[in-house]
Structure formats: structure tokens, C-alpha cells
């Protein structure tokens, strides 16, 4: 079995500072793209950022110049520096994860997508 646990959230007050971080345990030879979503309450989950093995980002709009994905290949996790809090960013924050968790022939894998339980985050004004 796979999991991802999320650590980091809170409360904290608007152009405040969070980091959070996630880190896969189980039976994992790989990792491809890692990610952060978040679901605002009576929202949809939207995408936070990403990060690929190759370390190739990407970010919300909403985040770009105030948040930064990174990761740790050798503690499977990942994480999410949060700069410059917004009220708005207050949500539930999951981890996402591309698991390999089956060698194949010819250099391929079984992959799995695997989401952490959340943290949450609330910024006040």
C-alpha cells in the first residue's frame, strides 16, 4: 500500500508564510510528477502546482511568484513554500502522485495515482 501524508497546514494571517510537505511511503521504485491541489470550501479542487521527476514546475495563476514547488527524490516528498498569503488561498491542500509500484520489462512500470488525506490552510485577513 502507498500513502501520502501531508504535514505543514494552519492558520495564519494574510501576507504570512507555510510550508508544506508530503511524503510517500510503501513499496515505491518511482516517482514521476508530483503535485499540490487545493478545494476551497463549495469550490472544485484546482490545480496548485506541479513538479516532474525532471523537476519541470508549473503553477496556478493564482500562485505563480508567491509559491514554490520543490522536491526531495530521495525522501519521495514533496513540497509547497507558500509566500505572501491571500485570504483566498485558505483550502484544503492535497498531495498528488504518480507511484510506480511495479517493475516491467524494458525499463517500464505500473503506475499509480495516489492523493494524500489533506492538510488544511487558512489565512485571515
Known amino acids: 500500500q502507498v500513502l501520502l501524508v501531508e504535514s505543514g497546514g494552519g492558520l495564519v494571517q494574510a501576507g504570512g508564510s507555510l510550508r508544506l510537505s508530503c511524503a510517500a511511503s510503501?513499496?515505491?521504485?518511482?516517482?514521476?510528477?508530483m503535485g499540490w491541489y487545493r478545494q476551497a470550501p463549495g469550490k472544485l479542487r484546482e490545480l496548485v502546482a506541479t513538479?516532474?521527476?525532471?523537476?519541470?514546475?508549473n503553477y496556478a495563476d493564482s500562485v505563480k511568484g508567491r509559491f514554490t514547488i520543490s522536491r526531495d527524490n530521495a525522501k519521495n516528498a514533496v513540497y509547497l513554500q507558500m509566500n505572501s498569503l491571500k485570504p483566498e488561498d485558505t483550502a484544503v491542500y492535497y498531495c498528488?502522485?504518480?507511484?510506480?509500484?511495479?517493475?516491467?520489462?524494458?525499463?517500464?512500470?505500473?503506475?499509480?495515482?495516489?492523493w494524500g488525506q489533506g492538510t488544511l490552510v487558512t489565512v485571515s485577513s
Open positions: 513538479i516532474t521527476s525532471g523537476v519541470s514546475t
Open positions: 510503501g513499496s515505491i521504485f518511482s516517482i514521476k510528477a
Open positions: 498528488n502522485a504518480d507511484v510506480g509500484i511495479e517493475r516491467l520489462p524494458y525499463g517500464s512500470g505500473r503506475y499509480l495515482e495516489v
